[in-house]
């Protein structure tokens, strides 16, 4: 299942802030996923247990493909100007895996799924 969110960003907007918003609007549309596919994994119980993420620009490959690599965003003192996310670029979010660890997001956007097919 993907989600999309989207949600209001200022300057002064920080970390903690940009986490409680999205365990928000996560809780605000989640009350039927479970229904909709069981196998889904619960929503964190604290803004503390997402991490948020940014893309970097693709690194070329020795075979002239292209990765994408996420970057945890983890200055929890500044604001968004200072994260290195231009306007309405994606910001990745995991959730605290079970060893404690957050593992990097996964996105499937529908252009990929496209060209795929």
């Known amino acids: 299942m993907v989600t999309t969110i989207l949600l209001p960003v200022s300057s002064s907007t920080t970390l903690s802030s940009l986490r409680s918003l999205v365990l928000?609007?996560?809780q605000a549309t989640a009350s039927s996923a479970s229904h909709d596919d069981p196998d889904l994994p619960a929503l964190p119980s604290s803004a503390?247990?997402?991490?948020?993420?940014?893309?970097e620009a693709p690194e070329k490959q020795a075979d002239?493909?292209?990765s994408e690599k996420w970057v945890r965003?983890?200055?929890?003192?500044?604001?968004?100007?200072?994260?290195?996310?231009?306007?309405?670029?994606?910001?990745g979010v995991s959730f605290k895996s079970a060893d404690g660890t957050f593992p990097t997001p996964?996105?499937?956007r529908p252009v990929d799924?496209?060209?795929?097919?």
């Open 24 to 26: 928000t609007a996560l």
């Open 106 to 108: 996964v996105v499937v």
């Open 73 to 91: 965003l983890r200055d929890e003192k500044s604001g968004a100007d200072k994260w290195g996310v231009a306007e309405a670029e994606e910001i």
């Open 113 to 117: 799924d496209y060209e795929e097919q």
């Open 48 to 55: 503390n247990d997402i991490a948020l993420w940014r893309l």
């Open 64 to 66: 002239g493909s292209a």
